[in-house]
Every structure is written in structure tokens, then in C-alpha cells.
């Protein structure tokens, strides 16, 4: 049962950013919405801001990940963490989105 639990944030995180990526021309209800789906997939509050942190973190592992490649892993950690933040900053209406959306999903049993 708790690997369906994770398995179920990783697929509302990717709902997130597939909805996001979708609706890049509508900046201010880009990630609005994709939150509100993603936080609905997701099944409640915590799990649906639990699933929209997730890619900011990816995004800042990534980025460490590429710059240790290339011989930097200081500056690969610093970088990561600037952009992690950078990304977990700016996505304000995917966490507000989530916490709506996990809000209105119905109660999923334990």
C-alpha cells in the first residue's frame, strides 16, 4: 500500500508539470491549474504540496548532477540549491493550486 501511496505523488507531479508545460502561454494560470490537477490526482493537502515540490527538487538534483559531470560539484551544489529554490519560489500557483485541488478530492481510504 505505500508504494502505491508514492507511486500516486509521482504521477501527480508529473500531471503538475505536463498541465504546466501545456499551458506556458497563460503564465499567471499555468501552474493554477496544473496544481489543482495534480493536488486532485493526488487525493489531499499534504500529498498534493508534497507532489509540487517534487520537481523543484528534481530541477535542483539535475542541475547538480550536470554541473559534477563536468567537473564542478561545488559549484554544481550551489547552482542546484539557487535553482531549487529559484523554482520552488516561483511556482506559488502550483502550491496554491495543490492545496485547492487537494482540498476539493474526495477522502481516498487508508
Known amino acids: 500500500m505505500v508504494q ?4 500516486s505523488i509521482v504521477v ?3 500531471w503538475m508539470i505536463f498541465i504546466s508545460m501545456a499551458l506556458f502561454f ?34 535542483g538534483a539535475a542541475l547538480w548532477v550536470l554541473l ?16 531549487g529554490l529559484w523554482a520552488l519560489l516561483s511556482s506559488a500557483g502550483l502550491l496554491l493550486g495543490a492545496a485547492i485541488g487537494g482540498a476539493l478530492a474526495p477522502a ?3
Open 26 to 59: 497563460m503564465p499567471a494560470v499555468n501552474g493554477l491549474v496544473g496544481g489543482a490537477v495534480g493536488g486532485y490526482k493526488a487525493g489531499s493537502i499534504a500529498r498534493g504540496l508534497a507532489a509540487s515540490v517534487l520537481p523543484a527538487i528534481a530541477l
Open 68 to 83: 559534477a559531470l563536468f567537473d564542478a560539484p561545488i559549484l554544481g551544489f550551489f547552482g542546484g540549491v539557487a535553482v
Open 12 to 14: 501527480s507531479a508529473l
Open 4 to 7: 502505491m501511496k508514492n507511486k
Open 108 to 110: 481516498r481510504p487508508a
